[in-house]
C-alpha cells in the first residue's frame, strides 16, 4: 500500500468545486471510451455491487505482510456500518472505534483488474471524493487513500510489491489540507524507485479538501515518448513523472500491465507516523470518506505498427520485463532464458498481429528437469491475468540444452498487443528452459 514518504513541500491551490454532493460521471476525455464506473447510487445503507466490488477485510492479505505491509491498526471489514452507500449517489467508508479502543474500517477493491493503458494508448482513472472532514488532534492517524495496484498483486497478496506497480491517485494523513501522490515501483527497500517511500510528489496544497468533492486523476499515456504518468486535482495536472525516471525495465514492470482499483480509510500505520502520528485517545472516530464516482476511461492505441512482428522469432531474451529469470549461453547461439520455474513471466511489448490472424505458436524450449518435474508454457495478451490464448505441456526434454520446437494453437489475435509468456507448474522446481518464441498464420 502507501508508505513513508519524505516530504518536499510544494503549493498547489485548487479551487472548491461548486457542483453538487452528487454528479453525474463524466463523459470520456477526447479520444477515450469509458471502460467503468460507479456512481453510487444505491439506496441508503446498502453495500457495495459485489459483482463490480470485492471487499478486503482483516489486517491483510492471505499470505501477505500483517497489518497490510504498512502498520495500520484497523481491522477492514464488509459490514454496512463501515461501507455503505449513502441514498445520495455516494459511497461511504467509515472508520470507526470500538469501547476497547479496537478499529474498524474498510477497503474494497474493483473485481476487475485489466485496466490498463495499451501499447501507443492512454488509460485515466478518476473519482470524485471529499476527504474526511477532521484536523487537528482530532485527525490525527487518518489515512484515506484512492489508488491502484497491478494486476500480480492480486493472486499472490502483494508479497511482489512495489515490482508490480503501485499509482498513488489520492493520499492524505492526519487531517492536513493536502494531497499526496506517488509511483512505487522496483525493489525494497531502495532500489530506483527510492522504496519505500517511492517517486513521489511531495505534499501538495489542497485549500478545501477536507470539507468538499474534488477529482483526483491519474493518467498513463503509451502515447507519447517518453511515456508518461500524469496526475491532475480538479483538472489541473500537478505532477507528472516519465519512464525515463527508471530503467525500461522497472518501468514496464510496474506499468505495462492491468491494475485494480481500491478505495479504504487506513488508521495509523508509517505515513500517519511520519506526521505525527496516531490514532491517539484524541482522534474522533466515524468520520467518512465519501465517493462520489469512481470512472476508469482507456483509448485504443496506435494503430500504426511500431513493434515487434509476431511472426518472426522473437528471441527470449529480448524480453521488455520479466520475473524469475535468468539468461545463460545458448548452445544454439546467442542467449536463451533459464532457471525459469513456476510464477515466472516474461513480457514482450508492442507485438504486432497485423489483420489477418493467427493460427499458433511454436516455442523453442529445452529440460533438465527432474522426474514428476513439468509445467505449462502459456501465451497471455496485454495482461498477466488474462486468460492463455494458448499453451503446452513440457517435461524433461533429455537437458536444459536438449531443445524442441513445440506447436500449441493459439485464439484469433489481430493488431498490436503485450505479449507475456507465463509459465505455470503444480512444484517449484525449474522447468524449462527458453530460446524464442514465434507465431505463425
Given at each position: 500500500m502507501k508508505r513513508l514518504l519524505t516530504v518536499a513541500s510544494a503549493l498547489l491551490v485548487a479551487a472548491l468545486l461548486t457542483a453538487p454532493a452528487e454528479a453525474a460521471v463524466p463523459p470520456a476525455p477526447s479520444g477515450?471510451?469509458?471502460?467503468?464506473?460507479?456512481?453510487?447510487?444505491?439506496?441508503?445503507?446498502?453495500?457495495?455491487?459485489?459483482?463490480?466490488?470485492?471487499?478486503?477485510?482483516?489486517?491483510?492479505?492471505?499470505?501477505?505482510?500483517?497489518?497490510?505491509?504498512?502498520?495500520?491498526?484497523?481491522?477492514?471489514?464488509?459490514?454496512?456500518?463501515?461501507?455503505?452507500?449513502?441514498?445520495?449517489?455516494?459511497?461511504?467508508?467509515?472508520?470507526?472505534?470500538?469501547?476497547?479502543?479496537?478499529?474498524?474500517?474498510?477497503?474494497v477493491e474493483t473485481q476487475r483488474t485489466d485496466f490498463a493503458a495499451p501499447a501507443g494508448g492512454r488509460m485515466r482513472i478518476e473519482g470524485r471524493i471529499q476527504q474526511p472532514n477532521v484536523t487537528g488532534a482530532a485527525a490525527a492517524g487518518y489515512w484515506p487513500a484512492f489508488w491502484a495496484l497491478g494486476d500480480a498483486a492480486r493472486p499472490v497478496g502483494a508479497t511482489n510489491w512495489p515490482s508490480i506497480g503501485e499509482l498513488d491517485i489520492l493520499e492524505n494523513i492526519n487531517g492536513r489540507s493536502s494531497v499526496f501522490a506517488a509511483l512505487h515501483c522496483g525493489t525494497n527497500p531502495g532500489g530506483p524507485c527510492n522504496e519505500t517511500t517511492g517517486l513521489t510528489s511531495g505534499e501538495r496544497a489542497c485549500t478545501g479538501c477536507l470539507g468538499a468533492f474534488h477529482t483526483y486523476a491519474i493518467e498513463h499515456d503509451r502515447s507519447v515518448s517518453p511515456e508518461q504518468l500524469r496526475w491532475y486535482l480538479d483538472g489541473v495536472n500537478y505532477f507528472t513523472l516519465n519512464s525515463t525516471a527508471v530503467d525500461a525495465t522497472t518501468w514496464n514492470n510496474a506499468t505495462h500491465h492491468g491494475f485494480f482499483v481500491i478505495l479504504n480509510v487506513a488508521m495509523g500505520g508509517g505515513f500517519p507516523a511520519a506526521f505525527g502520528g496516531g490514532p491517539t485517545a484524541a482522534t474522533q472516530p466515524g468520520v467518512p470518506m465519501l465517493i462520489d464516482y469512481v470512472a476508469v476511461y482507456q483509448s485504443s492505441g496506435s494503430t500504426t505498427p511500431t513493434g515487434r512482428d509476431a511472426y518472426a522469432k522473437i528471441e527470449a531474451e529480448s524480453y521488455d520485463a520479466s520475473a524469475g529469470i535468468q539468461t545463460e549461453t545458448c548452445s544454439e547461439g546467442g542467449q536463451n532464458v533459464s532457471y525459469v520455474a513456476n510464477g515466472d513471466w516474461l513480457q514482450f511489448n508492442d507485438v504486432d498481429?497485423?489483420?489477418?490472424?493467427?493460427?499458433?505458436?511454436?516455442?523453442?524450449?529445452?529440460?533438465?528437469?527432474?522426474?514428476?518435474?513439468?509445467?505449462?508454457?502459456?501465451?497471455?495478451?496485454?495482461?498477466?491475468?488474462?486468460?492463455?490464448?494458448?499453451?503446452?505441456?513440457?517435461?524433461n526434454t533429455g537437458g536444459w540444452q536438449t531443445w524442441q520446437s513445440i506447436p500449441a494453437n493459439v485464439s484469433a489475435v489481430t493488431g498490436e498487443h503485450t505479449v507475456f509468456l507465463t509459465f505455470t507448474s503444480g512444484q517449484s522446481a525449474d522447468f524449462v528452459n527458453v530460446n524464442w518464441i514465434q507465431f505463425r498464420r
Open positions: 477515450m471510451t469509458l471502460v467503468f464506473s460507479d456512481d453510487f447510487t444505491g439506496a441508503s445503507g446498502t453495500g457495495l455491487n459485489r459483482s463490480n466490488w470485492l471487499y478486503s477485510t482483516g489486517t491483510g492479505y492471505p499470505g501477505g505482510a500483517a497489518n497490510w505491509g504498512t502498520g495500520e491498526i484497523e481491522t477492514m471489514t464488509d459490514s454496512t456500518a463501515n461501507v455503505y452507500q449513502d441514498g445520495a449517489g455516494n459511497l461511504v467508508i467509515k472508520p470507526l472505534r470500538d469501547s476497547a479502543g479496537r478499529w474498524t474500517s474498510g477497503r498481429f497485423g489483420t489477418g490472424g493467427v493460427k499458433d505458436f511454436v516455442g523453442r524450449v529445452a529440460s533438465g528437469a527432474g522426474t514428476a518435474v513439468s509445467g505449462l508454457v502459456e501465451v497471455r495478451l496485454d495482461s498477466r491475468s488474462n486468460a492463455p490464448i494458448g499453451s503446452f505441456a513440457l517435461a
